[in-house]
C-alpha cells in the first residue's frame, strides 16, 4: 500500500475528518472498567480497524460504521465489557440530545446540535475543527449529564469561550450575565 493512503470518517453532522487510531484507542481506554488501562494496551483492536479499512479500500467510513468496527475489535480481544459501557453510553447519549433544546434570544427553541456550536468556535474564535469538535463534545457532555431540557444559547456561548479560554486557546474569554430559568 501506499503512504498516502488515508480514510476519512464522515461524522454524525455530516463533517468530515481524517480517520486517527488514536481515537479508538482513547474510546477503549475511557470504556475500560479498569482505569489502570494504558492507551497502548490498546494499539492491537485500533490496529485491527485500520487493517480493515486499509484492505476494505473505503475512503469514507460513517462514524456509526467506524464504531461498530471498533466495537467488533474489542469483543475480538475480550474486551465485551468495554463494547457494553460504549454502546450503552452512545445510546444513552443519542437519546438525551433528542431531548435538549436551545433557547435563542427571540425565545424560539431548536433541537440541539453540537456541529453550530463546533461552526461558532471555528469562525468566531479562529480555533481548528479538531480542536473546536472537542471542546464542542466536552459541552454537550456537560450538557447532558447536567439533566437540563433547555439551556440558553448565551450560556452554551459563554461556557465555549470559557472552555476556549481555560485550554489557552483564546486570549479573551468573554464575560456574560444571563436572565432567566437556566
Known amino acids: 500500500m501506499s503512504g498516502s493512503w488515508m480514510v ?7 463533517t468530515i475528518e481524517p480517520f486517527d487510531e488514536r481515537k479508538i484507542m482513547r474510546m477503549a481506554c475511557l470504556a475500560l472498567p479498569e482505569k489502570s488501562c494504558q492507551i497502548d494496551d490498546l494499539r492491537p483492536v485500533a490496529d485491527g ?3 480493515y479499512l486499509k484492505v476494505s479500500a473505503k475512503p ?4 456509526a460504521e467506524l464504531f461498530d468496527l471498533a466495537a467488533r475489535s ?9 463494547v457494553r459501557i460504549l454502546t450503552l453510553h452512545r445510546a444513552w447519549r443519542a ?3 433528542r431531548h435538549l433544546r ?17 461552526e ?10 479538531q480542536a473546536a ?30 472552555r476556549l479560554g481555560e485550554l489557552g486557546l483564546v486570549d479573551v474569554v468573554p464575560v456574560g450575565s444571563f436572565r432567566g430559568g437556566i
Open 133 to 162: 469538535r472537542i471542546v464542542a463534545a466536552e459541552i454537550e457532555e456537560a450538557l447532558l449529564t447536567g439533566g437540563r431540557r433547555k439551556v440558553e444559547r448565551k450560556y452554551v456561548l459563554v461556557m465555549l469561550g470559557a
Open 102 to 118: 436551545i433557547v435563542h434570544d427571540d425565545g424560539r427553541c431548536t433541537l440541539w446540535d453540537k456541529s453550530w456550536l463546533c
Open 60 to 63: 469514507c467510513i460513517p462514524s
Open 120 to 129: 461558532h468556535a471555528i469562525r468566531g474564535w479562529n480555533v481548528s475543527r
Open 49 to 51: 480497524v485500520k487493517m
Open 8 to 14: 476519512r470518517v464522515i461524522k454524525r453532522d455530516c
Open 74 to 82: 474489542l469483543n475480538y480481544v475480550g474486551l465485551t465489557e468495554a
Open 95 to 97: 437519546a438525551q440530545r
